[in-house]
Nanobody, 123 residues
């Protein structure tokens, strides 16, 4: 089970941090990712991290503004979002799969586990 938290409303230029905690199994050997979906748009990959070695991947639209990090003690990952823009408004989902992350990380179909989503609104 993936449990997300940290969404909310913020003004443009502000910051938010999302958290995703894995319960029921260890996240250590998982590729964990954040996706987002805005109304009327397809879900897109935001960032991913292989928890075991910390290697990260980012979507082009968020690179240099968002940072994904792992917290092995808490068995989860964070998404630090800085310099937020109105176009970042979306429901953000945490996803996980057993195994490494690679160049195919943005494909939704490779993830076995999904969180319930948390809303981020930037005005």
């Amino acid at each position: 089970q993936l449990v997300e938290s940290g969404g909310g409303s913020v003004r443009a230029g502000g910051s938010l941090r999302l958290s995703c905690v894995v319960s029921g199994y260890t996240a250590k050997y998982m590729c964990m990712a954040w996706f987002r979906q805005a109304p009327g748009k397809q879900r897109e990959g935001v960032a991913a991290v292989f928890v075991n070695d910390g290697r990260t991947y980012y979507g082009d639209s968020v690179a240099a503004r968002f940072t994904i990090s792992r917290d092995t003690a808490k068995n989860g990952v964070y998404l630090q979002m800085d310099h937020l823009k109105p176009e970042d408004t979306a429901t953000y989902y945490c996803a996980a799969r057993l195994g490494i992350c690679d160049s195919g990380w943005p494909r939704e179909g490779i993830y076995n586990y999904w969180g319930q989503g948390t809303q981020v609104t930037v005005s």
